[in-house]
């Protein structure tokens, strides 16, 4: 069985789809993605799919699962370099990829990724992490 | 006809080999990398095989020649992700990989190219862009 390779890159992991994915590579995928952010403490995921020439269901479903692992791990995942014809049959097929962010390409992906934990910080910094209510007496 | 996706992070191209090279796939990639090294100015080639159980004469060749088209483009090339078992065939069958550079993972792949640019630009800076013998008179 093919494995994918997850690369760390900073505070980011990024995988590079190029096989067609079987349940196998994709269950595989999602454990070896899951271990790999509790490992290493990573806040984001980029999944990048420039190779693929289809999105199919199963597909779509594989990176809802792989966002959703991610979420409950304190991970954002950013689905990139999808191709234009990839975009319409995804449309026309009524995949709308419900959950899962997506970005032009890797560098926009991580400034995405990067942006929201710079606004997470800051609202709890603004907040403050046991804010209380400002109410007025 | 498969081909290799090309990822651009900052100064750096990222190549991730996860496919069976054949002579068509290996040209293509080439062609792609040249084009895209003189698109984007970048200084940076990694290239991850992390994914690879063989690397055998002919993948040896391609990372060489992939390494020799980058430096005539100003560009270097560094192979990271190399399995230990991978490493132990290499030597096994007598190939060295030839001035190519190797690093453990894409992250110290990357230092280690920021490194030599900024060797670089410390050198000229040292010696100025035409600096002269500093012979005495």
Not at 40 to 51: E, S
Not at 77 to 102: C, D, F, K, Q, Y
Request: charged share 25%; hydrophobic share 50%.
């Amino acid at each position: 069985m093919e494995r994918v390779p997850i690369l760390k890159i900073g505070d980011i992991l990024l995988v590079s789809i190029q096989v067609d994915m079987s349940d196998q590579t994709a269950v595989a995928l999602q454990e070896d993605l899951a271990e790999r952010i509790v490992a290493t403490g990573c806040h984001g995921v980029i999944i990048d799919i420039t190779a693929l020439d289809i999105v199919d269901s199963f597909v779509g479903r594989m990176l809802s699962s792989i966002a959703s692992i991610s979420r409950v791990l304190d991970a954002e995942t950013v689905v990139v370099g999808m191709r234009p014809a990839v975009a319409i049959t995804l449309v026309e097929l009524g995949l709308s990829l419900n959950g899962i962010r997506t970005a032009l390409n890797v560098e926009r992906g991580m400034e995405l990724i990067a942006a929201n934990r710079y606004h997470d910080d800051l609202d709890e910094f603004l907040d403050g992490p046991d804010a209380e209510p400002t109410a007025s007496p």
